[in-house]
């Protein structure tokens, strides 16, 4: 890794400009510890062997690379590959860093974790590495994410953490983060807080991005193995941006893949009920970084909207603001019924359900794919599946209604 | 800077009172007139809080006071405007917390020129640590306001050193892990904080994070330069809001009464004859 850009952070945990740590005090020096320990650990073979241990014979890694053939006939176009991470154990790519980083709290001697999650995604993935390694495991959830994914919180409870409803502000991902924060603050000596995403302070969004570049790294070897050569073009959505950033990282070096990120535009770009932070916000703090962000004149973080709860985030991940700044990737707005169509389209042509979040990657692909030829290789994340979310489209649809089909698939 | 050094030395080696309270809470004309009030009461340096929608360092009282603020359209030249009025009556010293982002948006430059016109003598930032402080304390030391550290129980000695080496105005030691909120005990830990920090700066050391009652300042002030006090101000405010909505007089009678109490509390505190020539010292920076 002799890039330049792979070799981000630097020594201040920035990407660019991105980055940094700007949290109290009482927090500087675990950061610091978690810095060094992380840095020694990931060097130790033996837990390298541990850690794939798990991924393999625990998580199932490494997961499919599917080529979607009813759909990209369908689309007429381009060949869409999905890298399936909705098949790792609990549903999503988050159980990737959750069995990374509790391994690095059972290294490091804690024998608590905490989590803040938005979608419940990462709270299950948190609370299932918590019971697999003998942890007690607090998740913090937004109120209104726990009425959104009724179904997660009872797993993480099932699984024997417990969940505190986050109650502050917008009362989602954001203020579940928020209240993290201000918990570990108090219980930093013996806690470890898991964060779910590659946001928060150096050196959290480059050890996520570590623990998930297994995505990207799996899906170029199982390319050259089935196409002999590398994709044109991935795809993922971004709402803290762990899955894209685990998918694109590795492709950093190499500049012919073309490396899109979907940002959550909510009911439109132009309603203000969104969450895309690089198209509409602009460089600010949020949870300890400096990032893309959501907010008023004076710096007042202001609230985002996405019909998932997962991507429904006013920041984002700092590594990514840099790849948007320096070009290397794209980051395009996915609305809320354009993911639905997506969707439904993938359950019907497919069948796979995937997460409302994972569908606003599909989406673009679905975009893009009948304008591009058949030799253009498209890989979508396939983040996580959709199960979580079947509630929530059932009521949307009016109890068993038909949903919007404009694809007419 | 210089109005905070001499209200540390109007003291005589005795705490100065702090008192915090958020600016626009629960309305501008209010919270201008409880400044007033804790002044009038004795308080010898008001820090000025900008309410933030993602306050990370605040327990529940505060989070909500900045709520009830921004509710009521609290936007962040208020902070200056209070500073500039509080400032045409009287030379007390005066110091702004903002937590790093407004502070980024209106940028540094903007930020300590508008301070600096409004006769605000330091500035507290919770989430900018030292190793991000740099490039706003050049900013901060151009416009003379002193940029004002925090250190906690967890930072060690070798980062006691680094702030302190890099502190104005006074150093800000938090009691206790956690956020802001009162608290029934306060840790004995930060009694050996802020002897390590004396070690290291000649410079008033202050203490606050879960002081609560007069018992407890009054504790604090026997080893401390000065005593920060906010979770409990504000919770007597949300009460007094709670018992007659709006009603200043009862409201600025409340905080006024608190403080008296605070300050006569603080003025009992018994100091080794010691801490009291040393403290003269550093004040001669």
């Known amino acids: 890794m002799t890039n330049e850009t792979t070799t981000y952070p630097d020594s201040f945990g920035r990407f660019g400009p991105f980055g940094g740590r700007y949290v109290p005090e009482t927090l500087m020096s675990a950061l610091h510890q978690l810095e060094a320990d992380y840095r020694r650990l990931t060097r130790d073979p033996g837990f390298q062997r541990e850690l794939q241990h798990y991924l393999r014979t625990y998580s199932g890694r490494p997961t499919p690379l599917y080529f979607a053939e009813r759909l990209s006939e369908k689309l007429g176009g381009a060949r869409i590959y999905l890298k399936r991470e ?5 549903g999503a790519h988050k159980i990737n860093n ?13 024998k608590r974790i905490i989590a803040e999650t938005g979608a419940g995604q990462h709270g299950v993935a948190s609370a299932t590495v918590a019971a697999l390694f003998g942890l007690e495991c607090t998740v913090f959830m937004g109120e209104e994410d726990m009425r959104r994914q009724e179904l997660n919180v009872f797993r993480m409870r099932l699984l024997g953490a417990e969940v505190v409803p986050a109650t502050s502000g917008t009362r989602t991902l954001k203020d579940a983060t928020n209240e993290a924060i201000r918990h570990w603050v108090e219980h930093v000596e013996d806690t470890y807080y898991v964060i779910g995403s590659v946001v928060g302070p150096h050196p959290y969004p480059m050890i996520v991005r570590d623990f998930q570049r297994v995505i990207g790294d799996e899906t170029i070897q199982q390319f050259l193995e089935r196409e002999g050569r590398l994709p044109d073009t991935a795809i993922a959505c971004v709402g803290g941006g762990s899955n894209a950033m685990g998918m694109f990282y590795p492709f950093l070096e190499h500049p012919s893949v073309q490396l899109i990120g979907t940002e959550a535009a909510g009911r439109g770009l132009h309603t203000g009920e969104h969450a895309a932070s690089i198209a509409k916000g602009r460089p600010g703090v949020l949870h300890g970084s400096l990032t893309y962000l959501l907010q008023d004149e004076f710096g007042q973080v202001t609230p ?4 998932s709860a997962g991507l429904d985030y006013p920041g984002i991940g700092p590594e990514h603001a840099w790849l948007h700044d320096s070009g290397r990737a794209n980051y395009v707005p996915v609305t809320d019924e354009e993911a639905l169509d997506a969707f439904y389209t993938l359950t019907r042509t497919e069948g796979i359900l995937p997460a ?3 569908a606003h990657a599909v989406a673009q692909a679905i975009k893009m794919a009948p304008e591009l030829s058949r030799d253009h290789l498209i890989v979508v994340c396939l983040s996580g599946r959709g199960d979580k979310d079947v509630d929530q489209i059932a009521s949307r649809m009016g109890g068993g209604q038909h949903g919007p089909n404009p694809t007419g698939v | 800077m210089d109005r905070i050094r001499r209200a540390f030395e109007r003291r005589h080696g ?24 804790v002044l009038r009461a004795g308080a010898d340096i008001i820090e000025i809080g900008t309410p933030y929608s993602d306050p990370l360092a605040d327990g529940p009282v505060i989070q909500n006071s900045a709520l009830r603020s921004l509710q009521a359209g609290f936007q962040l030249p208020h902070s200056f405007a209070i500073a500039r009025a509080l400032r045409q009556e009287g030379d007390h010293a005066q110091v702004l917390f903002t937590y790093v982002n407004p502070l980024l948006q209106y940028t540094p430059e903007r930020f300590f020129r508008d301070a600096a016109d409004a006769g605000v003598d330091g500035v507290i930032v919770p989430d900018l640590p030292l190793e991000e402080s740099g490039a706003v304390r050049e900013v901060a030391d151009a416009h003379g306001i ?10 060690g000695e070798a980062r006691i050193q680094a702030i302190a080496e ?39 050391v202050a203490v606050g994070f879960g002081v609560s009652t007069a018992a407890q300042a009054r504790e604090i002030a026997g080893y401390a330069d000065g005593v920060i006090v ?7 405010i949300e009460q007094c809001l709670v018992n007659a909505p709006m009603e200043l007089s009862t409201l600025s009678q409340c905080v006024y009464d608190f403080a008296q109490e605070l300050a006569v509390a603080m003025q009992q505190a018994t100091r080794p004859e010691t801490m009291e020539i040393r403290n003269g010292e550093g004040n001669q920076r």
């Open chain 1, 86 to 90: 909705d098949l790792n154990h609990t």
């Open chain 1, 98 to 110: 959750t069995l990374g980083q509790g391994l690095l709290a059972v290294h490091t001697g804690k």
């Open chain 1, 304 to 307: 985002a909207h996405s019909i």
């Open chain 1, 356 to 358: 409302l979040e994972s």
């Open chain 2, 14 to 37: 005795r705490a100065a009172l702090i008192p915090f309270l958020n600016a626009g809470d629960p309305s501008f004309e209010a919270s201008l007139s409880l400044f007033r009030n």
């Open chain 2, 146 to 155: 002193a940029l004002i550290p925090l250190m906690a129980p967890t930072s």
């Open chain 2, 166 to 204: 890099s502190a104005r105005g006074f150093i800000y030691c938090v009691s206790s892990l956690g956020v802001t909120g009162e608290r029934a005990q306060m840790s004995n830990r930060v009694q050996s904080l802020v002897a390590t920090a004396r070690r290291y700066s000649p410079l008033p």
């Open chain 2, 230 to 236: 906010g979770s409990a101000f504000i919770r007597r």
